[in-house]
């Protein structure tokens, strides 16, 4: 069974800063990658698909990279509105989220 | 505009069964791909279900054999039949849409519900 580990389990930035998640899968997913931001009491909601395409609607601040085993969300100029919890998703087979990462906004 | 809106949750015994509702709007649910994803009190979210537009169904080890996936066409609902429920299965249960290629493995879920709360306790 595929295994999706995301690093930092936490971080904390300030506004105006870059911040990069990283997921890692155990085998290669091709880039059968999705990422979801998830504010607490809210659903998720779609940031990134297939690694790297932009869901509609979503600012340009957020980015998605990679492919095979290793990928990357990455969230540039922070704003206080992005501390949530991030996942990622991979699709290759069943669905799976790694098991997230708290951002919390100094 | 795509509206998700489950209900049905509640507190039940183990061993108890249930059946969550996810009436949709917006889009007809025969024609998507539509899945479940549920989340503990203060833990992450995991898969628990899905069904192809075509009708093909899948889910998660944790539910197989006591949970069921199912559309009603002519209310525009998919459902969770929770059978011999466990303690375990207290969650947050969010209905999603999504997008699934055929023949390729790009499949993410676009929209979602607010989600109900199952909780299994005696």
């Given at each position: 069974d595929i295994q999706m580990t995301q690093s930092p389990s936490s971080l904390s930035a300030s506004v105006g800063d870059r911040v990069t998640i990283t997921c890692r899968a155990s085998?290669?997913?091709?880039?059968y990658l999705n990422w979801y931001q998830q504010k607490p009491g809210k659903a998720p909601k779609l940031l990134?698909?297939?690694?790297s395409s932009l869901q509609s609607?979503?600012?340009?601040?957020f980015s998605g990279s990679g492919s095979g085993t290793d990928f990357t969300l990455s969230i540039s100029?922070?704003?206080?509105?992005?501390s949530a919890t991030y996942y990622c998703q991979q699709s290759y087979s069943t669905p799976l989220f790694g098991q997230g990462t708290k951002l919390e906004i100094k | 505009e795509v509206h998700l809106v489950e209900s049905g949750g509640g507190l039940i015994q183990p061993g108890g069964s249930l059946r969550l509702s996810c009436a949709a709007s917006g889009f007809t649910v025969s024609s998507n791909y539509m899945t479940w994803v549920r989340q503990a009190p203060g833990k992450g979210l995991e898969w628990v279900s899905l069904i192809y537009s075509g009708g093909s169904t899948y889910y998660a080890d944790s539910v197989k054999g006591r949970f069921t996936i199912s559309r009603d066409n002519s209310k525009n609902t998919l459902y969770l039949q929770m059978n011999s429920?466990?303690?375990?299965?207290t969650a947050v249960y969010y209905c999603a849409s999504g997008i699934a290629v055929a023949g390729t493995g790009v499949e993410y879920f676009q929209h979602w519900g607010q989600g109900t709360l199952v909780t299994v306790s005696s």
């Open positions: 085998q290669s997913i091709s880039s990134i698909y297939a690694a609607g979503v600012t340009s601040r100029s922070l704003q206080p509105e992005d | 429920l466990r303690a375990e299965d």
